[in-house]
């Protein structure tokens, strides 16, 4: 059995309504990252400087060095660039993603953020990777982040960000800290929850694009009117799918010796003035979405076909494609995922199958179909699917000249093509059914082969859309 772990479906096209308070049409959530002090620096017990998210194009870590420049950088972080963004902010509910080790060296910014009001979450021990750690060194490190800032604070974090996370963030930050919500996700525009550490976790997306990080990198912002203008245009398209009915959640990232230059918390301020005059706009923090959520949209129990064992798996879909369970055996023994988690998904599995199957199996499938208001109809013997789809287009009420037309019609499609003549009946009415059975008796055997596999395909799609939903 092979499954893949990724999920690359999310919601999709079923975005649920997040039902913002007071009917918002979306939710704005501003980070600031306070790393400053807390970055790579061999005064802290590492093993070179850092080399991330600074002025310095192209830096590099200075092995068993410190760097004059880089440690500069930072501290107007901390210095000028945090007061800077808080005086911008201090209004606003925004979420703080904190770097135990900085917020321990920085007690007047941490009291600033408490009268504030902002919500102070975790950012891990240190502004550091975490890619290369054991899992039980990472673990120890998350543990030391919860008890640290829980006695800096004063209050343990109820959410958590790494930010150079590992493989194993996710699981080992579920598994120790309780959390309301990760944020170590760039994979939606809405909270979803994910089974983490034994545990149903709630994950509420961050953001790479609308922050300011990019005026740190080689192909990011190089002044404030771009930074400004792409703030503007995420807002305003997730404001429209709010309008339209599809609220959304636009993260924004800010980072203290970054956006707190001049130049780039102007822009910033009139990025948010056109989001605050706009009317349904909610500023929250990540805490009271993620409280939101969690109530309005608590975690579901629901079976997921690729966590489904071969038995369970034939069960629920091995009549779906008519008396063939064969097709259902080697489908679970593809790799499924979560993306296969949902009708298009099954079908996807199902239908690989039959359309790689030789002529023969899929022959096969054919010739387990029913004929249309036929014998087994009469009989009574039709399976439950086929007895309420031909239900459904009246195929049960055929007057006595109707049935002959039927018993005619169908006897001499299978005498001429080899199977019965097969189509969705829930696509269609007992008129167009008729229809394309006079239209298609005339093609020629290999036309209508294909068009009978179609349209066994569309049937085993509106037989799983019954079962799972659409």
Same mark, same amino acid.
């Given at each position: ?25 979306? =939710? ?51 210095? =000028? ?65 919860? &008890? ?15 930010? &150079? ?17 990760? /944020? ?14 034994? &545990? ?22 190089? *002044? ?8 503007? *245009?995420s807002f305003d398209m997730l404001y429209a799918e709010g309008q339209a009915g599809a609220p959304k959640m636009l993260s924004i990232g800010l980072h203290c010796r970054l956006a707190g230059r001049p130049g780039r918390a102007l822009a910033l301020k009139r990025a948010l003035a056109h989001m605050a005059a706009q009317e349904g706009v909610w500023f929250a923090t990540r805490e009271q979405i993620a409280d939101h959520w969690a109530k309005v949209h608590p975690p579901q129990a629901v079976a997921r076909p690729s966590q489904m064992d071969a038995q369970d798996f034939v069960a629920a879909f091995g009549g779906i494609f008519e008396h063939s369970s064969w097709i259902a055996e080697a489908a679970h023994a593809q790799e499924l995922g979560p993306h296969s988690d949902s009708a298009a998904g099954v079908h996807n599995a199902l239908a690989r ?5 030789? =002529? ?10 029913? *004929? ?11 399976? /439950? ?18 049935? =002959? ?66």
């Amino acid at each position: 059995m092979q499954r893949y772990p990724r999920d690359m479906a999310g919601y999709g096209r079923n975005t649920p309504d997040p039902q913002w308070p007071n009917g918002a049409k979306i =939710a704005v959530q501003i980070v600031l990252n306070y790393e400053e002090g807390g970055e790579n620096n061999i005064l802290h017990g590492d093993a070179a400087s850092e080399a991330f998210l600074s002025e310095i194009t192209g830096a590099q870590p200075w092995p068993g060095q410190r760097h004059w420049n880089m440690e500069t950088i930072y501290e107007y972080g901390s210095r =000028a660039g945090f007061w800077r963004v808080h005086d911008l902010l201090r209004d606003i509910p925004i979420t703080v993603y904190g770097v135990t080790t900085a917020l321990a060296r920085a007690p007047e910014q941490l009291q600033a953020m408490k009268d504030a009001g902002w919500e102070i979450a975790s950012h891990g021990l240190k502004w550091i990777e975490h890619k290369d750690m054991s899992a039980e060194e990472e673990r120890a490190q998350i543990r030391e982040a919860i &008890r640290l800032h829980t006695e800096v604070v004063g209050t343990p974090p109820r959410g958590w960000y790494t930010g &150079r996370c590992s493989m194993n963030t996710i699981d080992l930050a579920a598994a120790e800290g309780d959390f309301a919500y990760i /944020a170590d996700s760039y994979a939606d525009d809405l909270p979803y929850w994910v089974k983490a550490g034994g &545990r149903n976790q709630l994950i509420v997306p961050y953001t790479m694009d609308c922050n300011d990080m990019r005026f740190a990198i080689q192909a990011g912002f190089t *002044d404030g009117a771009q930074f400004e203008g792409y703030l503007k *245009d995420s807002f305003d398209m997730l404001y429209a799918e709010g309008q339209a009915g599809a609220p959304k959640m636009l993260s924004i990232g800010l980072h203290c010796r970054l956006a707190g230059r001049p130049g780039r918390a102007l822009a910033l301020k009139r990025a948010l003035a056109h989001m605050a005059a706009q009317e349904g706009v909610w500023f929250a923090t990540r805490e009271q979405i993620a409280d939101h959520w969690a109530k309005v949209h608590p975690p579901q129990a629901v079976a997921r076909p690729s966590q489904m064992d071969a038995q369970d798996f034939v069960a629920a879909f091995g009549g779906i494609f008519e008396h063939s369970s064969w097709i259902a055996e080697a489908a679970h023994a593809q790799e499924l995922g979560p993306h296969s988690d949902s009708a298009a998904g099954v079908h996807n599995a199902l239908a690989r199958v039959f359309r790689s199957a030789d =002529a023969e199996k899929r022959l096969a499938v054919l010739r387990a179909h029913p *004929d249309l208001a036929g014998k087994l109809a009469s009989a009574g013997r039709l399976t /439950a699917d086929s007895t309420a789809e031909q239900a459904g287009a009246g195929l049960d009420l055929l007057t006595d000249e109707e049935r =002959a037309t039927f018993t005619r019609l169908n006897s001499a499609y299978t005498e001429k093509h080899g199977f019965p003549f097969i189509i969705a009946v829930k696509d269609n009415t007992k008129a167009s059914i008729l229809e394309a059975f006079h239209r298609r008796i005339d093609n020629d055997r290999d036309t209508e082969f294909s068009e009978a596999c179609r349209q066994v395909e569309r049937i085993a799609q509106l037989r799983l859309i019954e079962k799972l939903g659409a």
